[in-house]
């Protein structure tokens, strides 16, 4: 099976920048597009960030141009980076993503998407 793991959450002085992790790990077979969400409390999920197979990074309103997002070259764990933080980006973050799993040594299933427990990443006002 497929495991996606978030880390780097925890409470973020205002104004301090954010790096999250998420790492993707089992049998896979190819992962595609990887993508961070949040829900800040009350709210709901919005799309943060998100990484194409080819590394396009579309942007989103969301993310008002200080959220970035990356992945490392085996393309199974996508970084999220956020500057100067607010009260405004308190909120559960969760990774997803698109994975296609091994069926055969040359051969993958039908891409699905996976999602981790997400990580909270707290700003006091």
């Known amino acids: 099976q497929v495991q996606v793991v978030e880390s780097g959450g925890g409470t973020v002085p205002r104004g301090a920048p954010l790096t999250l992790s998420c790492a993707v790990s089992?049998?896979?077979?190819?992962?595609?597009?990887m993508a961070w969400y949040r829900r800040p409390p009350g709210k709901r999920r919005e799309l943060v960030a998100k990484?194409?197979?080819?590394?396009?990074?579309p942007s989103f309103e969301s993310a008002k141009g200080r959220f970035t997002i990356s992945t490392n070259s085996a393309r199974n764990t996508a970084y999220l980076r956020g500057t100067n933080l607010g009260p405004e980006d308190t909120a559960t973050y969760s990774c997803?993503?698109?994975?296609?799993?091994?069926?055969?040594?040359?051969?993958?299933?039908?891409?699905?998407?996976?999602w981790g427990q997400g990580t909270q990443v707290t700003v006091p006002t």
């Open positions: 997803s993503a698109i994975v296609s799993t091994r069926t055969s040594p040359f051969d993958g299933s039908t891409p699905r998407t996976y």
């Open positions: 089992g049998d896979i077979f190819k992962v595609f597009n």
């Open positions: 990484i194409s197979f080819t590394g396009r990074t």
